[in-house]
């Protein structure tokens, strides 16, 4: 091997490291231990996006909630995408209310859209998913941070995780929630799930979850599904559908770790091996007590092999 090469490879492994250092996925400096549900604090989610569509002709509204992947990717649900133009489209990161100061809120214009091409509105199958590339990448804060994505071999038996987004508080009320809420809620078995809902096929490809008085809303779609482990937070969801809302019928979330393949493809084929190194997917276990549980992969972990595996491919590029 060339000098060169051997010197760049060297120095793949150090800037390995510092990457994992400061950009560990899943992590919120400013998140109390919350329990429960209610208003959450500023900061506490610092990965979760307020997607806004409009034009000069429609004042921009919140319309989904989103997830931070890395500094140029966030993650929704397709049937958010309401348009194809890409200039309708507004994301909006470090913010806490719709409606007064966000100081530490940055805004970002889309310049692409990716819907999962197996989607479907009707019969749904569990492909409800978009990847928006951001115009320009973010610089994070402790107030704006990437999300940790669960891989491929993760569980969610017996778990439970946190709903968050700015959906409507009640399906009377007139407008989304002016605040982040969070509410802790239980996953349901597939099967617990179909009895809910005997004309859709729950496939293997969604997650569901939720009790009487918690759940989803209008204004949630796109939101995530997200629990913890460790000091580690991991989205297992992404909000795709449900009954009346906190009915008491558990909701519908596209599983995210069915979609690991797709997301890292998708971004892949858009940014290059860079931007999905700076994706973290690590593991959640079922049974290390859901929002306090323990993890077997750390979503450190995680992003290191991810960072590190792209890093070589790049170094092979280069040599060959």
């Known amino acids: 091997m060339a000098s060169w090469a051997l010197g760049l490879l060297l120095l793949a492994f150090a800037w390995n490291g510092q990457e994992i250092q400061a950009q560990d996925c899943g992590m919120a400096p400013l998140n109390p231990r919350v329990v429960g549900g209610g ?13 806004h569509i409009g034009n000069a002709s429609i004042p921009r ?9 890395n500094q140029q990717w966030v993650l929704t649900a397709a049937h958010c995408i309401q348009s194809t133009t890409v200039g309708d489209y507004t994301v909006f990161l470090g913010r806490q209310t719709q409606q007064g100061s966000n100081p530490n809120e940055i805004q970002r214009s889309v310049i692409k859209i990716i819907i999962h091409p197996g989607y479907n509105v009707s019969p749904v199958n569990g492909s409800d998913l978009a990847l928006l590339r951001l115009a320009s990448a ?23 995780c946190y709903l968050t987004g700015w959906g409507k508080p009640t399906q009377n009320a007139n407008t ?19 009895r809910h809902y005997p004309s859709v096929n729950i496939t293997a490809a969604m997650l569901c ?5 918690k759940g989803i809303c209008q204004g949630d779609s796109g939101s995530p599904l997200i629990c913890q482990q460790n000091s580690a937070w991991i ?4 909000v795709s559908f449900g009954d009346i809302c906190a009915k008491g019928i558990p909701d519908v979330y596209t599983r995210v770790s069915a979609h690991q393949t797709w997301i890292r493809e998708q971004v892949a084929a858009s940014g290059g091996p860079a931007e999905v190194a700076q994706i973290g997917f690590s593991t959640f276990v079922s049974g290390g007590g859901g929002a306090t549980g323990s993890s ?7 992003l290191r092999h991810v960072t590190l595996s792209s890093l070589l491919l790049l170094l092979m590029a280069l040599l060959g």
């Open 209 to 213: 979850a939720g009790e009487p008085g």
């Open 235 to 238: 989205q297992a969801g992404v």
């Open 61 to 69: 509204f919140h319309t989904c909630g989103g997830t931070l992947l």
């Open 296 to 302: 077997s992969s750390s979503a450190t972990a995680g």
């Open 176 to 194: 989304v929630s002016n605040v982040i809420r969070h509410a802790l809620i239980p996953v349901v078995s597939r099967a617990q799930c179909q």
């Open 39 to 51: 208003a959450s604090s500023q900061g506490s989610w610092p990965w979760l996006a307020s997607l």
């Open 138 to 160: 973010v610089q994070y804060s402790d107030y704006i941070r990437p999300v940790c994505l669960a891989d491929s071999a993760s569980t969610f038996n017996d778990t439970f």
